[in-house]
């Protein structure tokens, strides 16, 4: 048996994943939209991926995402490409910092919470 993690991070995220963050650009005005992607790659359930509630900036109006997904063999197992696009819009002018993304996980290759 395997120790679960703290009680407040679990998710229903299993398999062997990796996760990538970026936007369309780091520069933008006022009131023009930005996509912000995150990609979650790799072997495992891409219907069960479950992302953590994001923390934007407060001064961003922010969309519910898009969610693409594309499957993926790999030898023997599924798994694949889960894409979670949010628009989000700067209602004020400044610099934000976008909080690192919490993705919590059980590795079934290395058989441990990452």
């Known amino acids: 048996m395997i120790p ?3 009680a407040l991070d679990v998710t229903s995220n299993i398999g062997e994943w990796d996760i ?4 369309n650009s780091n520069k933008i005005s006022q009131n ?3 996509t912000f992607t995150i990609k979650v790659e790799g072997i495992g359930n891409l219907d069960a991926i479950k992302l953590p509630d994001m923390k934007f900036p407060l001064e961003f109006d922010v969309f519910d995402p898009e ?7 790999y030898k023997q197992f599924l798994g ?3 894409f979670f696009k949010y628009i989000l819009i700067p209602r004020e002018q400044g610099k934000f910092i976008i909080p690192k993304i919490e993705f919590r996980f059980f590795n079934t ?3 441990s919470w990452e």
């Not at 990538?20 to 936007?23: L, Y």
């Not at 969610?67 to 063999?73: G, H, Q, R």
Request: overall charge positive.
């Open 67 to 73: 969610i693409e997904k594309t499957e993926k063999k």
């Open 4 to 6: 679960l993690p703290n």
């Open 20 to 23: 990538i963050a970026k936007t």
């Open 109 to 111: 290759k290395n058989k």
């Open 32 to 34: 023009d939209a930005l």
């Open 80 to 82: 694949g490409q889960k």
